[in-house]
């Protein structure tokens, strides 16, 4: 039961890096426009600093444009200041009803600083993985030597907790293989 517990312990902390890395891979500009650009834009709503997609409609009509629809009209000012102050390296053009993000085309040096960016973000994704195995097997060590489990169901256990972290780093190189076509391409 308690090798079970470990196990299902392991996989959720896993999966939880997994998202992490996921959100922060979404977040970075690859030149075609993704609303997932902006989940990390905060606007200031009433003295209240709010994502922009909690006052706004975010849609992309082209793979170059991203068009932001604000529930208030008074909201632009503050919707345009935002993602000036954001790193995105964005201009937005707004007119009195939507705020309009054209995405410019990416240089291949700054593809390059991209690529390297996201492997950076995999990498630091790989080594929370690695974590969580050593806390994992630290923890069927713990369990073996009080003697709650034999070595041989800890040898299995820590097999187990190995394959599962086999499973989630190459699912972390599928992401960084996949966001690097996306960067790279033209």
């Known amino acids: 039961m308690l090798v079970k517990k470990i196990h299902q312990d392991t996989e959720q902390r896993m999966e939880k890096a997994l998202e992490a890395t996921r959100r922060e891979l979404a977040s970075i500009r690859t030149g075609k426009a993704a609303t997932s650009l902006l989940d990390g834009i905060r ?7 709010v994502p922009l997609s909690q006052v706004a409609n975010i849609s992309a009509p082209d793979a170059r444009l991203l068009v932001i629809h604000p529930w208030e009209k008074k909201l632009i000012p503050e919707i345009v200041k935002a993602i000036q102050k ?6 937005p053009q707004s ?15 700054r593809r390059r600083q991209l690529v390297k960016l996201i492997k ?4 630091e994704g790989k080594v929370a993985i690695r974590n969580i195995r050593r806390d994992s097997n630290d923890a069927l060590k713990k369990a073996e030597k009080d003697k709650q489990i034999s070595e041989d169901e800890s040898h299995k256990a820590q097999q187990r907790v190995q394959e599962i972290t086999d499973e989630h780093i190459k699912k972390l190189e599928e992401m960084l293989q996949k966001k690097e076509q996306e960067i790279m391409e033209i």
């Open 43 to 49: 606007v200031d709503y009433y003295g209240t600093a």
């Open 86 to 91: 954001s790193d995105l390296g964005l201009n």
């Open 95 to 109: 007119d009195p009803n939507v705020v309009r993000l054209p995405i410019p085309p990416l240089t291949e040096e």
């Open 120 to 123: 950076k973000v995999v990498e």
